[in-house]
Every structure is written in C-alpha cells, then in structure tokens.
C-alpha cells in the first residue's frame, strides 16, 4: 500500500485519539475506546504506533500519556485541517431525561437562565454547554456541540451526532437515564470552496448574503460556502463534479453538432446538386 494511502487515514487516527487527550494526564485503553469508539485491536494498533512516532508515551502499562511533541503535531494537523476540511458548529442535540434528574442536579454546577417561567440550567461537559430544560412532562437534556471537522458534510454530521452521545454517555455515567438524542436546529455548516474564494475576490467582499446562505471568509480559514441545510451542502459539495458531468453533455453535443454538420456538407457537395 502506497504512503499516499496511509497518511489521510493516520492523520485522521491522530485527530480522533488525540482531540481527547490532555497534557500531564494518564488514559488507559478502556477509556480512550470509549472516547472514539474504535475497535479494541485496531485502536492497540494506533496506540502501539504513536508510542513509536514519539506522540504518546507510556509511563505504566496500559496507561497512556500525550507528549509536547504530539501535542504540537496534533495543533499543527488541526490548524492546516481546519481550513481544508468541512465544519460544522453549534449543532444542538436533545436528549429526554428519563429518570435521574437529581443525579445530574447534584454531580454537576448550574445556572439559571432564561425567562422567569421558562426554567433552563447551564453547565458545562467536556468543553460543551449542556443545558437541562424544564418541560411539561419533566425535563429535556440538551448538549451544544461546538465544532466538528469533516471530510464530508455527512462524516462532520455523523461525527457531531457521536461527540454529543459522548457527552450524553457522561451525564448517564452518574445515574440518569436518557432517551436517543434528536437534532433540534439547524447547524451551521461551512465547506471550504475555491468557488467561493473566486466570487469573494471578484466583487472585492469578505462576506456575500444569498437567499440560498452566505459565502464567508472567517478567521482561520479559507473562503467557505455556508448553507442553510444539509441538502444544500450537499449540492455545493457535488458542484465540482455536477459541473464536470455538464461539460461532459457539451462535449457530446458539440460532436454530434459537428458530425451533422459534416454529414451536411458533404450532401451540398454532391454532383446531384449541380443539376438543380
């Protein structure tokens, strides 16, 4: 297998595992499963080889430590892929609180907010806000994931959906009991296009407002098309391809153009014609 071939997907093991974890803390292998949720002999695999690349060190067995210098090979890798990979943020994710919600009460810190009648408590699970709010049939447990990256607008949803069951696992961890999650908003998407770098150069703007969503250069990435949806995203990512099949048409049309006309004129040449 080519170097080609391996490096996207050790890039993208890096990216999994080490988003993670902290400096100065211990993993063990258990855990680091539960954090991505790869396979055991494939994540023994990964964990074996980062240790030989210098990225993670293993003071005891079983335990697993991040290095400076994977710490610094993990930021550079996330500075580069965040302006080549799609994004999506603020994905809200709900859960139904089955039973439990003293546990969750007690284990983590709140804060009121919100309207006097509309009770809603904030707090904060591994770097996400997470919120608890009171219903007529008890209370919903919503989690804000804040930014996921994406070779796909399906992969960068799918990868939103697992880090907030990651989060709702946690809250479950202390004695709740949730319901399946369901997405209640529409997150906001940005796919990186050179298309949108051409427009945004062409009419000398940082951000163009359509009906359709908002071509945007932000800071730390390169120009991106931000859709309302998911289907519209998906059509802007289809776009390079759905203009090659275009061209493709036109190609056949214009040698179907050109065979007719040849057949034409080589009818005018015809001595009959002289004739007439």
């Not at 080889?49 to 697993?64: A, E, F, H, R, S």
Request: overall charge positive; proline content about 3%; glycine content about 6%.
């Amino acid at each position: 297998m080519s170097s080609k071939k391996i490096l996207p997907q050790y890039c993208t093991v890096i990216r999994v595992i080490c988003s993670y974890l902290k400096i100065g803390h211990g993993y063990t292998t258990k855990e680091i499963r539960s954090f991505t949720g790869l396979e055991k002999q494939k994540l023994n695999y990964w964990l074996k080889k980062m240790c030989v690349d210098g990225l993670l060190i293993q003071p005891n067995y079983g335990i697993y430590e991040m290095t400076i210098s994977g710490k610094r090979i993990f930021d550079q890798y996330e500075r580069l892929q965040n302006k080549q990979m799609i994004r999506i943020e603020n994905m809200h994710v709900t859960y139904k609180v089955i039973r439990g919600i003293s546990k969750l009460f007690d284990r983590f810190n709140w804060k009121r907010a919100g309207l006097k009648n509309n009770k809603v408590y904030t707090s904060k699970i591994r770097n996400h806000t997470v919120r608890l709010i009171k219903t007529e049939n008890g209370y919903n447990f919503q989690v804000y994931v804040t930014k996921v990256l994406g070779e796909s607008t399906k992969e960068a949803y799918h990868q939103a959906r697992i880090e907030a069951d990651h989060v709702a696992g946690e809250a479950q961890r202390f004695g709740a009991h949730l319901s399946l999650g369901w997405v209640t908003n529409e997150p906001e998407i940005a796919i990186p296009s050179p298309m949108a770098s051409a427009l945004l150069m062409t009419y000398e703007a940082s951000q163009i407002r359509t009906n359709k969503g908002i071509i945007n250069r932000s800071k730390g990435r390169f120009a991106d098309w931000e859709p309302r949806n998911l289907q519209q995203a998906q059509k802007i990512v289809d776009m390079p391809d759905s203009i090659e099949r275009i061209e493709a048409k036109l190609d056949r049309i214009e040698g179907l153009l050109r065979l007719n006309t040849g057949s034409l004129y080589h009818d005018l040449s015809n001595p009959y014609w002289r004739f007439l």
